[in-house]
C-alpha cells in the first residue's frame, strides 16, 4: 500500500519568514496530493491540494511543488504569520479508474511562528 | 452549507465495552470516510462508506466497523474496547466522485479508554 513519509516533524521559524515541509510518497499511481492544516483542539482543514497533471500551485502566501518522477511534494508558505501556527498534514490518495479513495497521511509537522 | 458533524464529542468507556460513534455529512455528499487520531500513529484510515456500500478498509481489526444510512449519516462501532482504542477518531465527507475527491472533515469523538 502506500507510505507517505512527511520532513521535517517539527518546524520553528520568525514572522515573516518562509517554511517548508516535505513528503514523499511511494506507490507511483497516486495522483491527488491534499494538505490540511489542523490547530490545536480543532479538526483538519485542507488548505491546498494538487493533481498530479498540475507541478505546480499557488493560493496566496501557500503553494504547493509536485515532482512526479522523485515522488514528493511540498508545501511552501511565504510570510508567515503567529496565525500560521499548527500541524500541517499532507496526503496522498489514488483517485480514478477503480480508485481508491482513502488518504494515506503523512506523520505531520508541528510548524511554530515566533512573532 | 453546514459543515460535517459528529456525536458525541466526548466519550469514555471501560475496557471491554463498546461505541458507536455518528457522523453525519456535508449535505449532498455520498462519501464518509473514518479517521483514528492518535499522537503516535498520526491519521490512519479506518473505512470508506459511498451510498451505503463499504468501498475501502483499512488495517483495523474487525472489531471495528461501521455502516451508512440512505441519508449518507455513517455510524462506526468499535466491540470490546481496548486501551489502546483511546483516540479522536475523525470522519471526513467528500461527494465520492472522481472529478471532487476534497474530504471535509468533522470535528471529531474524542475516545477515553479506561
Known amino acids: 500500500g502506500e507510505n507517505v513519509e512527511q520532513h521535517p516533524s517539527t518546524l520553528s521559524v520568525q514572522e515573516g519568514d518562509s517554511a517548508v515541509i516535505k513528503c514523499t510518497y511511494s506507490?507511483?499511481?497516486?495522483?491527488?496530493f491534499p494538505w490540511y492544516k489542523q490547530e490545536l483542539g480543532k479538526r483538519p482543514q485542507l488548505i491546498i491540494d494538487?493533481?498530479?497533471?498540475?507541478g505546480e500551485k499557488k493560493d496566496q502566501r501557500i503553494a504547493v511543488t509536485l515532482n512526479k518522477t522523485a515522488k514528493h511534494f511540498s508545501l511552501h508558505i511565504t510570510e508567515t504569520q503567529p496565525e500560521d501556527s499548527a500541524v500541517y498534514f499532507c496526503?496522498?490518495?489514488?483517485?480514478?479508474?477503480?480508485?481508491?479513495?482513502?488518504?494515506?497521511f503523512g506523520k505531520g509537522t508541528l510548524l511554530t511562528v515566533n512573532p | 452549507k453546514a459543515g460535517v458533524t459528529q456525536t458525541p464529542r466526548y466519550l469514555i468507556k471501560t475496557r471491554g465495552q463498546q461505541v458507536t460513534l455518528s457522523c453525519s455529512p456535508i449535505?449532498?455528499?455520498?462519501?464518509v470516510s473514518w479517521y483514528q487520531q492518535t499522537p503516535g500513529q498520526g491519521l490512519q484510515f479506518l473505512f470508506e462508506?459511498?451510498?451505503?456500500?463499504?468501498?475501502n478498509k483499512g488495517n483495523f481489526p474487525g472489531r471495528f466497523s461501521g455502516r451508512q444510512f440512505s441519508n449518507s449519516r455513517s455510524e462506526m462501532n468499535v466491540s470490546t474496547l481496548e486501551l489502546g482504542d483511546s483516540a479522536l477518531y475523525l470522519c471526513?465527507?467528500?461527494?465520492?466522485?472522481?472529478?471532487?475527491?476534497?474530504?471535509?472533515f468533522g470535528p471529531g469523538t474524542r475516545l477515553t479508554v479506561l
Open positions: 449535505s449532498g455528499h455520498r462519501s
Open positions: 471526513a465527507s467528500s461527494l465520492g466522485t472522481v472529478q471532487t475527491d476534497t474530504q471535509y
Open positions: 494538487i493533481r498530479s497533471n498540475v
Open positions: 462508506y459511498f451510498s451505503e456500500t463499504q468501498r
Open positions: 506507490d507511483s499511481a497516486s495522483n491527488y
Open positions: 496526503a496522498a490518495s489514488k483517485i480514478g479508474g477503480g480508485s481508491n479513495y482513502k488518504l494515506t
